[in-house]
């Protein structure tokens, strides 16, 4: 886990002066079934998109429904930043949306179902407020229509 | 800013009345919002399974992020990934903010 004394100067640097968000509590859904029998949903910040949706801006705080049949190697890299080393996502989207992974957990029966779509946003957002408001609880709300137990969230 | 984006949209779908659970690569980040469960990982960014293709290691890492839903802690649980021998590559990439 990377505590920030192992940032790069630039970045220490920022992350001293953004005041970012500070919560004193935490939410909390307690898990109902034993996760073989939990339908489960893939949320990346990423900014994964397949062709023909629309791009991501820069601190966009939308999100692209990525459908559970989608090939991981039709996703295309939609992150606008250039902080990190992006050849290993090229290579292997798994990286950062562990579809293949979760499909295997599948069909080894360790999870009960994949949901028929995941989600995908941006992960650059210095602004969250439409974030907060707006697009994450829609996106909550999706996944409980869905019938989803289950959400793995993972940044880049 | 990943890192909190994460934790951000973690809170609103575990408000949603989903179990949730987050990889972080910023422990510092996540322990200012507090999703209700997180493994932490010692990975530079845009690696937040480790490594590409390298699918033992994604799948130890996924295992033990899962296994956090079935803790008994009341949340926030914040937990430091043991996978730190299954790199295959062991070059350091630098963080950045993402």
């Known amino acids: 886990m990377a505590p920030l004394r192992k940032l790069d100067p630039f970045s220490r640097f920022f992350m001293k002066l953004y005041r970012g968000k500070h919560y004193e509590a935490t939410p909390h859904t307690r898990l109902r079934l034993p996760l073989n029998e939990c339908r489960v949903a893939l949320i990346t910040t990423a900014g994964f998109l397949l062709d023909g949706q629309p791009p991501f801006e820069s601190g966009d705080c939308s999100y692209r429904e990525i459908p559970n049949a989608t090939q991981t190697q039709a996703l295309i890299n939609g992150h606008k930043s250039a902080a990190y080393d992006e050849r290993g996502l090229e290579t292997d989207p798994n990286l950062a949306f562990p579809l293949d992974r979760f499909k295997e957990l599948e069909t080894e029966g360790k999870i009960g179902s994949l949901n028929h779509r995941h989600f995908s946003f941006m992960g650059s957002i210095t602004k969250p407020e439409a974030l907060i408001e707006k697009t994450a609880p829609e996106v909550g709300h999706k996944l409980k229509t869905d019938g989803v137990d289950v959400a793995f969230l993972t940044p880049v | ?98």
């Open chain 2, 1 to 98: 800013m990943c890192n909190q984006s994460v934790g951000l949209i973690q809170r609103a779908v575990e408000a949603a009345g989903i179990s949730t659970v987050s990889i972080t690569l910023i422990e510092d980040i996540t322990k200012k919002v507090k999703p209700p469960r997180a493994l932490g990982v010692p990975y530079g960014f845009g690696h937040p399974l480790g490594e590409p293709n390298n699918l033992a290691l994604q799948h130890a890492i996924i295992a033990e992020a899962l296994a956090l839903l079935e803790d008994k802690t009341p949340p926030p649980i914040l937990k430091s990934s043991r996978q730190h021998d299954m790199l295959v590559d062991s070059n350091s990439s630098t963080n950045r903010i993402a």
